[in-house]
């Protein structure tokens, strides 16, 4: 007795190989997605500033738009934008910002000028959040193989087993790093608080409550 091949289940067979390869397309699109983004340095004092005002003999150019990928993004999601500033005191004494000097908006009112502690808080990566990637472990990619139309030999490969923790562990490592480097800069370009003496020229990376890109003033007192 010759025994035919069963069309419908071969199809239902390949239906599901369609199914799975979509799903791990997806899985793949979205890990790429989300994968930790690296920090590029700001580096103030070799930016180009196109914006600049002056007040009582003290210069402030000032730069907003600094911040890349998940940070631009957190930036937008957070109400919070990181300004560089280049500020040139020319007058005939020295001043404290924060104090002496003070940034306001175009109609006057003072801006809000955050913590960088509180800041980097605000704006870092997650590094906790890429444990998701664990939730792959248990994906297994299965092949099929068959011969004019006969069902030989199904298999499995057990690749979340090494896609899940090394992708949660490497975007760790990645994040980690990228925060540290954010972090650093920060605090390295603190000026709140910070003393500018006659003829001194400091620069800095100010953050600042606000979801537009207004224009700054100065109020020197």
Request: charged fraction near 20%; glycine fraction near 6%; proline fraction near 3%.
């Amino acid at each position: 007795m010759v025994i035919l091949p069963n069309k419908s289940n071969n199809k239902t067979k390949i239906k599901v190989m369609r199914i799975i390869k979509i799903a791990l397309l997806s899985i793949c699109f979205a890990t790429l997605m989300s994968c930790a983004s690296g920090y590029k340095m700001i580096n103030p004092e070799s930016i180009k500033y196109v914006s600049n005002t002056m007040s009582d003999n003290i210069k402030l150019e000032y730069k907003y738009d600094l911040l890349h990928k998940k940070y631009a993004k957190k930036e937008l999601k957070k109400g919070v934008k990181l300004l560089a500033v280049k500020i040139t005191n020319d007058s005939d004494r020295d001043l404290t910002f924060g104090k002496d000097i003070k940034l306001t908006y175009e109609n006057g009112n003072e801006i809000l000028v955050m913590e960088s502690a509180n800041a980097f808080k605000t704006l870092k990566q997650s590094t906790a959040s890429y444990l998701w990637y664990l939730l792959l472990t248990p994906v297994n990619l299965y092949t099929t193989k068959t011969t004019n139309g006969f069902q030989q030999e199904t298999s499995s490969t057990p690749i979340g087993l090494v896609a899940g923790p090394g992708l949660a562990i490497g975007n760790m490592i990645a994040s980690g790093s990228a925060n540290k480097k954010f972090k650093t800069e920060l605090l390295k370009y603190n000026v709140n608080g910070s003393s500018i003496g006659k003829g001194e020229t400091v620069y800095g990376l100010i953050p600042i409550r606000t979801t537009s890109f207004d224009a700054i003033k100065l109020k020197v007192e």
